[in-house]
Nanobody, 117 residues
Framework: QVQLMESGGGSVQPGESLKLSCATSRPIFDRCGMGWYRRPPGKELDLISYIGTDGSTNYADVVKGRFTISEDNGKNTLYLEMRNLTPRDTAVYIC???????????WGQGTEVTVSS
């Protein structure tokens, strides 16, 4: 079993930045793509970015140009760097393997990000 643990969330003002981390308990990036999801208050879970096993990246339009996904294989850690945050970015951010499959089906518990003035 693999555990994913997010960190780095917090409360910031509009225009500020945050960098989220997702540490995995075992190396999986060579066989599993990884994604960041978010669930805004009262809304559904949305996939906002993912990185493939080949390092290719993809972003939802709402975060494109502001968020950057990356991973450090040596540290078994996935990152999401978020810039120019707005109140619409307020959500619980969750990392998970992506796409989900029989051997790549792991989810973190989430870290909360609040953007308000």
């Amino acid at each position: 079993q693999v555990q994913l643990m997010e960190s780095g969330g917090g409360s910031v003002q509009p225009g500020e930045s945050l960098k989220l981390s997702c540490a995995t308990s075992r190396p999986i990036f060579d066989r599993c793509g990884m994604g960041w999801y978010r669930r805004p208050p009262g809304k559904e879970l949305d996939l906002i970015s993912y990185i493939g096993t080949d390092g290719s990246t993809n972003y939802a339009d709402v975060v494109k140009g502001r968020f950057t996904i990356s991973e450090d294989n040596g540290k078994n850690t996935l990152y999401l760097e978020m810039r120019n945050l707005t109140p619409r970015d307020t959500a619980v951010y969750i990392c998970a393997t992506f796409p989900l499959s029989g051997s790549c089906n792991y989810w973190g518990q989430g870290t909360e990000v609040t953007v308000s003035s």
